[in-house]
Protein backbone atom coordinates (compact mmCIF):
# COMPACT_ATOMS: atom_id res chain seq x y z
CA UNK A 1 0.00 0.00 0.00
CA UNK A 2 1.23 3.50 -0.93
CA UNK A 3 2.57 6.07 1.92
CA UNK A 4 0.61 9.22 1.51
CA UNK A 5 3.05 12.30 1.05
CA UNK A 6 2.57 13.73 4.45
CA UNK A 7 3.78 10.73 6.13
CA UNK A 8 6.62 10.09 3.86
CA UNK A 9 8.02 13.71 4.51
CA UNK A 10 8.01 13.10 8.46
CA UNK A 11 10.74 12.56 10.67
CA UNK A 12 10.77 9.27 12.46
CA UNK A 13 11.71 10.59 15.73
CA UNK A 14 8.06 12.99 15.70
CA UNK A 15 6.47 9.90 15.04
CA UNK A 16 8.34 8.02 18.14
CA UNK A 17 7.25 11.52 20.16
CA UNK A 18 3.60 11.62 18.95
CA UNK A 19 3.54 7.91 20.41
CA UNK A 20 4.46 8.92 23.71
CA UNK A 21 2.56 11.62 24.23
CA UNK A 22 -0.19 9.32 23.07
CA UNK A 23 0.39 6.77 25.67
CA UNK A 24 0.56 9.01 27.98
CA UNK A 25 -2.01 10.54 27.91
CA UNK A 26 -4.34 7.60 28.28
CA UNK A 27 -2.35 6.31 30.89
CA UNK A 28 -3.05 9.29 32.46
CA UNK A 29 -6.79 9.08 32.35
CA UNK A 30 -7.51 5.47 32.46
CA UNK A 31 -4.99 4.99 35.58
CA UNK A 32 -6.57 4.61 38.89
CA UNK A 33 -5.33 7.03 41.65
CA UNK A 34 -6.11 6.21 45.17
CA UNK A 35 -5.81 9.91 45.93
CA UNK A 36 -8.49 11.14 43.66
CA UNK A 37 -11.49 8.79 45.53
CA UNK A 38 -14.13 10.34 47.67
CA UNK A 39 -13.04 9.89 51.54
CA UNK A 40 -14.47 10.81 54.66
CA UNK A 41 -12.33 11.89 57.37
CA UNK A 42 -12.67 9.55 60.66
CA UNK A 43 -13.52 10.29 63.68
CA UNK A 44 -10.34 10.06 65.20
CA UNK A 45 -8.47 11.47 62.59
CA UNK A 46 -11.29 14.59 63.26
CA UNK A 47 -10.63 14.64 66.21
CA UNK A 48 -7.17 14.14 67.18
CA UNK A 49 -5.62 17.43 68.49
CA UNK A 50 -4.20 20.36 66.35
CA UNK A 51 0.21 19.75 65.61
CA UNK A 52 0.04 23.51 64.83
CA UNK A 53 -0.58 26.25 66.78
CA UNK A 54 -2.97 28.43 65.26
CA UNK A 55 -4.70 26.00 62.57
CA UNK A 56 -8.50 26.22 60.67
CA UNK A 57 -11.38 24.28 61.72
CA UNK A 58 -11.61 22.36 58.84
CA UNK A 59 -9.20 21.65 55.92
CA UNK A 60 -11.04 19.81 53.14
CA UNK A 61 -9.26 21.68 50.58
CA UNK A 62 -5.58 21.31 51.65
CA UNK A 63 -2.82 21.45 49.55
CA UNK A 64 -2.32 18.06 48.33
CA UNK A 65 1.45 16.43 48.16
CA UNK A 66 3.32 16.47 44.81
CA UNK A 67 4.11 13.10 42.49
CA UNK A 68 7.33 12.05 41.68
CA UNK A 69 6.21 12.93 38.11
CA UNK A 70 5.62 15.96 39.39
CA UNK A 71 1.52 16.83 39.10
CA UNK A 72 -0.14 17.51 41.90
CA UNK A 73 -3.21 15.11 43.01
CA UNK A 74 -6.84 16.53 42.86
CA UNK A 75 -8.05 17.58 46.64
CA UNK A 76 -10.58 14.59 47.76
CA UNK A 77 -14.12 14.98 47.78
CA UNK A 78 -15.67 14.87 51.99
CA UNK A 79 -18.92 13.66 52.69
CA UNK A 80 -20.57 14.42 55.79
CA UNK A 81 -23.31 13.16 56.77
CA UNK A 82 -25.34 15.62 58.79
CA UNK A 83 -27.94 13.32 59.72
CA UNK A 84 -25.82 11.55 61.70
CA UNK A 85 -24.99 14.81 63.67
CA UNK A 86 -25.87 14.04 67.03
CA UNK A 87 -26.75 16.35 70.26
CA UNK A 88 -27.15 14.77 73.16
CA UNK A 89 -27.58 14.48 76.77
CA UNK A 90 -24.36 13.23 77.15
CA UNK A 91 -21.80 15.11 74.11
CA UNK A 92 -18.70 13.67 75.34
CA UNK A 93 -19.34 9.81 75.29
CA UNK A 94 -21.13 10.46 71.80
CA UNK A 95 -18.34 12.48 70.66
CA UNK A 96 -20.05 15.34 69.90
CA UNK A 97 -17.86 18.37 68.58
CA UNK A 98 -18.17 21.59 70.90
CA UNK A 99 -17.47 24.94 69.06
CA UNK A 100 -16.84 27.89 71.63
CA UNK A 101 -17.11 31.36 69.95
CA UNK A 102 -15.84 34.39 71.53
CA UNK A 103 -16.03 38.15 70.45
CA UNK A 104 -12.78 39.51 71.74
CA UNK A 105 -12.11 42.98 72.71
CA UNK A 106 -9.89 42.50 75.78
CA UNK A 107 -8.08 39.83 76.94
CA UNK A 108 -8.38 38.54 80.11
CA UNK A 109 -5.64 35.60 81.47
CA UNK A 110 -8.58 34.42 83.62
CA UNK A 111 -11.08 33.85 80.85
CA UNK A 112 -8.25 31.71 79.38
CA UNK A 113 -7.28 29.94 82.53
CA UNK A 114 -11.09 29.32 82.74
CA UNK A 115 -11.27 27.39 79.15
CA UNK A 116 -8.49 25.67 80.16
CA UNK A 117 -10.04 24.33 83.63
CA UNK A 118 -13.17 22.94 81.26
CA UNK A 119 -13.23 19.02 81.69
CA UNK A 120 -15.07 18.58 78.30
CA UNK A 121 -12.54 16.78 76.36
CA UNK A 122 -10.46 19.41 74.72
CA UNK A 123 -9.97 17.09 71.30
CA UNK A 124 -13.66 18.15 70.53
CA UNK A 125 -13.35 21.49 70.99
CA UNK A 126 -12.68 23.96 68.71
CA UNK A 127 -12.36 27.56 69.18
CA UNK A 128 -12.99 30.88 67.40
CA UNK A 129 -12.10 34.47 68.47
CA UNK A 130 -13.33 37.93 66.51
CA UNK A 131 -11.03 40.68 67.04
CA UNK A 132 -11.50 44.53 66.55
CA UNK A 133 -8.77 46.51 64.53
CA UNK A 134 -8.00 48.93 66.94
CA UNK A 135 -5.37 49.94 69.35
CA UNK A 136 -6.92 47.29 72.59
CA UNK A 137 -7.49 44.88 69.77
CA UNK A 138 -4.26 44.46 68.43
CA UNK A 139 -2.90 44.23 72.25
CA UNK A 140 -5.96 41.99 72.99
CA UNK A 141 -4.82 39.87 69.77
CA UNK A 142 -1.44 39.57 70.48
CA UNK A 143 -1.76 38.68 74.09
CA UNK A 144 -4.09 35.76 72.63
CA UNK A 145 -1.54 34.23 69.96
CA UNK A 146 0.69 34.47 72.99
CA UNK A 147 -1.84 32.18 74.79
CA UNK A 148 -2.73 30.00 72.51
CA UNK A 149 0.86 29.30 71.43
CA UNK A 150 1.79 28.02 75.21
CA UNK A 151 -1.10 25.95 75.34
CA UNK A 152 -0.94 24.18 71.94
CA UNK A 153 2.26 23.91 72.50
CA UNK A 154 1.65 22.37 75.76
CA UNK A 155 0.36 19.02 76.84
CA UNK A 156 -2.05 17.05 74.41
CA UNK A 157 -4.60 16.83 76.86
CA UNK A 158 -4.50 20.38 76.60
CA UNK A 159 -4.71 21.34 73.16
CA UNK A 160 -7.60 22.01 71.68
CA UNK A 161 -9.01 20.61 68.29
CA UNK A 162 -8.38 24.04 66.51
CA UNK A 163 -8.63 27.85 66.85
CA UNK A 164 -9.26 30.74 64.48
CA UNK A 165 -8.60 33.85 64.95
CA UNK A 166 -10.78 36.86 63.02
CA UNK A 167 -10.06 40.50 62.49
CA UNK A 168 -13.05 42.45 62.21
CA UNK A 169 -13.60 43.99 58.96
CA UNK A 170 -15.47 46.74 59.96
CA UNK A 171 -14.61 49.65 62.31
CA UNK A 172 -15.97 49.40 65.70
CA UNK A 173 -19.03 52.39 66.82
CA UNK A 174 -17.05 52.87 70.25
CA UNK A 175 -13.18 53.47 70.46
CA UNK A 176 -13.29 52.63 74.29
CA UNK A 177 -14.72 49.67 75.73
CA UNK A 178 -15.18 51.03 79.61
CA UNK A 179 -18.09 49.52 81.21
CA UNK A 180 -20.01 53.19 81.38
CA UNK A 181 -19.54 53.83 77.50
CA UNK A 182 -20.35 50.66 76.55
CA UNK A 183 -23.31 50.71 78.36
CA UNK A 184 -25.38 54.27 77.51
CA UNK A 185 -28.38 53.77 76.32
CA UNK A 186 -27.31 56.14 73.09
CA UNK A 187 -24.86 53.80 72.30
CA UNK A 188 -26.97 51.19 72.59
CA UNK A 189 -28.04 50.74 68.89
CA UNK A 190 -24.73 51.45 66.70
CA UNK A 191 -23.03 49.01 69.88
CA UNK A 192 -25.52 46.01 69.50
CA UNK A 193 -25.66 46.11 65.44
CA UNK A 194 -21.79 45.87 65.22
CA UNK A 195 -21.55 42.95 67.79
CA UNK A 196 -24.07 41.22 65.37
CA UNK A 197 -21.91 41.69 62.68
CA UNK A 198 -19.05 40.18 64.64
CA UNK A 199 -21.01 37.27 66.27
CA UNK A 200 -22.28 36.76 62.19
CA UNK A 201 -18.80 37.14 60.68
CA UNK A 202 -17.30 34.40 63.32
CA UNK A 203 -19.99 31.87 63.14
CA UNK A 204 -20.58 31.76 59.41
CA UNK A 205 -16.81 31.40 58.91
CA UNK A 206 -15.80 28.57 61.71
CA UNK A 207 -18.81 26.77 61.95
CA UNK A 208 -17.93 23.22 59.82
CA UNK A 209 -19.94 20.17 58.65
CA UNK A 210 -19.37 18.57 62.16
CA UNK A 211 -20.21 21.05 64.71
CA UNK A 212 -22.53 19.61 66.97
CA UNK A 213 -22.79 22.41 69.37
CA UNK A 214 -21.85 26.32 69.48
CA UNK A 215 -21.07 28.04 72.82
CA UNK A 216 -20.93 31.45 73.09
CA UNK A 217 -18.77 32.68 75.75
CA UNK A 218 -17.87 36.50 76.77
CA UNK A 219 -14.27 37.37 76.85
CA UNK A 220 -14.90 38.81 80.55
CA UNK A 221 -16.43 35.58 81.67
CA UNK A 222 -13.88 34.45 84.15
CA UNK A 223 -15.69 31.44 86.09
CA UNK A 224 -17.71 28.60 85.29
CA UNK A 225 -18.23 25.75 86.51
CA UNK A 226 -15.63 23.27 85.06
CA UNK A 227 -17.94 21.04 83.62
CA UNK A 228 -20.36 23.80 81.89
CA UNK A 229 -20.74 21.93 78.51
CA UNK A 230 -21.79 19.21 79.61
CA UNK A 231 -24.19 20.81 82.68
CA UNK A 232 -25.69 22.68 79.58
CA UNK A 233 -26.28 20.09 77.32
CA UNK A 234 -28.08 17.25 79.89
CA UNK A 235 -30.93 20.03 79.67
CA UNK A 236 -31.18 18.50 75.72
CA UNK A 237 -32.32 22.25 75.07
CA UNK A 238 -31.93 23.46 71.66
CA UNK A 239 -30.84 27.08 73.43
CA UNK A 240 -30.12 27.82 77.22
CA UNK A 241 -28.35 30.50 79.24
CA UNK A 242 -27.29 29.90 82.48
CA UNK A 243 -27.43 33.04 84.54
CA UNK A 244 -25.03 35.46 84.90
CA UNK A 245 -23.33 37.22 88.10
CA UNK A 246 -20.59 39.41 88.71
CA UNK A 247 -18.16 39.02 92.22
CA UNK A 248 -17.62 42.81 93.86
CA UNK A 249 -16.06 44.01 96.76
CA UNK A 250 -18.29 46.97 97.62
CA UNK A 251 -16.83 50.24 99.56
CA UNK A 252 -16.62 48.92 102.96
CA UNK A 253 -14.18 45.65 101.48
CA UNK A 254 -17.31 43.14 101.84
CA UNK A 255 -17.41 40.63 98.79
CA UNK A 256 -21.02 40.09 97.12
CA UNK A 257 -22.31 38.98 93.97
CA UNK A 258 -24.85 41.05 91.85
CA UNK A 259 -27.07 40.30 88.90
CA UNK A 260 -25.42 41.33 85.52
CA UNK A 261 -26.97 39.95 82.30
CA UNK A 262 -30.27 41.58 82.10
CA UNK A 263 -31.15 40.31 78.21
CA UNK A 264 -32.49 36.87 79.87
CA UNK A 265 -36.28 37.82 80.66
CA UNK A 266 -39.86 36.75 79.49
CA UNK A 267 -41.74 39.00 77.93
CA UNK A 268 -44.47 41.46 79.19
CA UNK A 269 -47.46 42.32 77.63
CA UNK A 270 -45.94 46.20 78.71
CA UNK A 271 -43.20 45.57 76.10
CA UNK A 272 -45.17 44.14 73.50
CA UNK A 273 -47.74 47.01 73.63
CA UNK A 274 -45.09 49.71 74.02
CA UNK A 275 -43.06 47.80 70.90
CA UNK A 276 -46.72 48.28 68.62
CA UNK A 277 -45.99 52.30 69.33
CA UNK A 278 -42.51 52.28 67.62
CA UNK A 279 -41.55 52.45 64.29
CA UNK A 280 -39.86 49.54 62.32
CA UNK A 281 -36.57 50.86 63.10
CA UNK A 282 -36.72 51.41 66.97
CA UNK A 283 -35.46 48.97 69.45
CA UNK A 284 -36.64 47.87 72.67
CA UNK A 285 -33.70 47.94 75.32
CA UNK A 286 -33.65 46.21 78.74
CA UNK A 287 -31.97 47.51 82.13
CA UNK A 288 -32.84 51.22 81.45
CA UNK A 289 -35.31 53.02 83.64
CA UNK A 290 -35.75 55.24 80.39
CA UNK A 291 -37.84 52.46 78.96
CA UNK A 292 -39.60 50.45 81.42
CA UNK A 293 -40.64 47.32 79.99
CA UNK A 294 -41.81 45.02 83.19
CA UNK A 295 -39.98 41.63 81.69
CA UNK A 296 -39.69 39.13 83.98
CA UNK A 297 -35.88 39.04 83.99
CA UNK A 298 -33.70 35.46 84.98
CA UNK A 299 -31.23 37.60 86.77
CA UNK A 300 -34.07 38.36 89.34
CA UNK A 301 -35.07 34.83 90.09
CA UNK A 302 -32.29 33.31 91.00
CA UNK A 303 -31.45 31.86 94.34
CA UNK A 304 -28.05 32.28 95.65
CA UNK A 305 -28.42 30.04 98.53
CA UNK A 306 -25.67 27.27 99.04
CA UNK A 307 -28.87 24.39 98.41
CA UNK A 308 -30.00 26.04 95.71
CA UNK A 309 -31.68 23.85 93.04
CA UNK A 310 -29.14 24.46 90.04
CA UNK A 311 -30.96 22.42 87.35
CA UNK A 312 -34.51 24.81 87.62
CA UNK A 313 -35.27 25.43 84.27
CA UNK A 314 -37.60 28.34 83.09
CA UNK A 315 -38.46 29.28 79.08
CA UNK A 316 -37.22 32.48 77.99
CA UNK A 317 -38.27 35.08 75.18
CA UNK A 318 -35.14 36.64 75.33
CA UNK A 319 -31.15 35.43 75.78
CA UNK A 320 -28.03 37.41 76.58
CA UNK A 321 -24.63 36.38 74.84
CA UNK A 322 -22.36 36.02 77.81
CA UNK A 323 -22.64 32.44 78.01
CA UNK A 324 -25.23 30.38 75.42
CA UNK A 325 -25.09 27.27 74.22
CA UNK A 326 -26.70 26.20 70.99
CA UNK A 327 -27.82 23.47 69.45
CA UNK A 328 -25.51 23.84 65.95
CA UNK A 329 -28.63 22.93 63.92
CA UNK A 330 -30.65 26.28 65.28
CA UNK A 331 -27.89 28.38 63.27
CA UNK A 332 -27.69 25.88 60.45
CA UNK A 333 -31.66 26.59 60.40
CA UNK A 334 -30.76 30.09 59.90
CA UNK A 335 -31.21 31.87 63.14
CA UNK A 336 -28.55 34.29 63.57
CA UNK A 337 -27.61 37.62 65.38
CA UNK A 338 -29.84 40.66 63.49
CA UNK A 339 -27.76 43.48 63.53
CA UNK A 340 -30.93 45.37 62.16
CA UNK A 341 -34.38 45.85 64.45
CA UNK A 342 -36.31 42.60 64.07
CA UNK A 343 -39.47 42.66 65.75
CA UNK A 344 -37.75 45.37 67.88
CA UNK A 345 -34.77 43.42 68.77
CA UNK A 346 -31.07 43.38 68.07
CA UNK A 347 -28.58 41.10 68.66
CA UNK A 348 -28.81 38.22 71.03
CA UNK A 349 -32.72 39.08 71.89
CA UNK A 350 -33.12 39.25 68.35
CA UNK A 351 -31.31 36.03 67.77
CA UNK A 352 -33.98 34.34 70.55
CA UNK A 353 -37.07 35.95 68.79
CA UNK A 354 -35.54 34.45 65.34
CA UNK A 355 -35.10 31.10 67.18
CA UNK A 356 -38.46 31.37 68.20
CA UNK A 357 -39.80 32.33 64.64
CA UNK A 358 -38.01 29.34 63.45
CA UNK A 359 -39.70 27.07 65.74
CA UNK A 360 -37.08 26.56 68.54
CA UNK A 361 -37.58 27.26 72.05
CA UNK A 362 -34.93 29.52 74.26
CA UNK A 363 -34.78 28.51 78.13
CA UNK A 364 -32.65 29.64 80.94
CA UNK A 365 -31.22 28.20 84.00
CA UNK A 366 -31.73 30.68 86.75
CA UNK A 367 -29.97 29.07 89.51
CA UNK A 368 -26.97 28.02 87.67
CA UNK A 369 -24.34 30.86 87.79
CA UNK A 370 -21.45 32.26 85.10
CA UNK A 371 -19.01 34.96 86.71
CA UNK A 372 -17.97 38.13 84.50
CA UNK A 373 -14.53 39.97 85.48
CA UNK A 374 -14.70 42.12 88.89
CA UNK A 375 -13.26 44.87 86.55
CA UNK A 376 -15.67 45.61 83.93
CA UNK A 377 -18.80 47.22 85.65
CA UNK A 378 -18.95 50.32 87.48
Not at 26 to 53: C, E
Not at 120 to 148: C, M, S, V, W
Not at 359 to 371: A, T
Request: aromatic content about 8%; some cysteine.
Amino acid sequence: MAISRSLRRTNPITLVLAGLLAIGFFFFIFSPSSHASTVAPTKANHNSPASNPLSPPTAPFRKQPTQSNGRRVPPPVVHYQLNNLTTSTDPAANQETVLILTPLARFYQEYWDNLLALSYPHHLIALGFITPKTREGNAATAALQDAITKTQSGLQAQRFASITILRQDFDPPLQSQDEAERHKMENQRARRSAMSQARNSLLFTTMGPSTAWILWLDSDIIETPPSLIQDLARHDKPVIVPNCFQRFVDENGRKGIREYDFNSWQDSQVAQDLAKTMGPDDILLEGYAEMATYRTLMAKQADTSASRDQSRIVSLDGVGGTALMVKAEVHRDGAMFPPFAFYHLMETEGFAKMARRLGWNCWGLPNYFVSISCCTRE
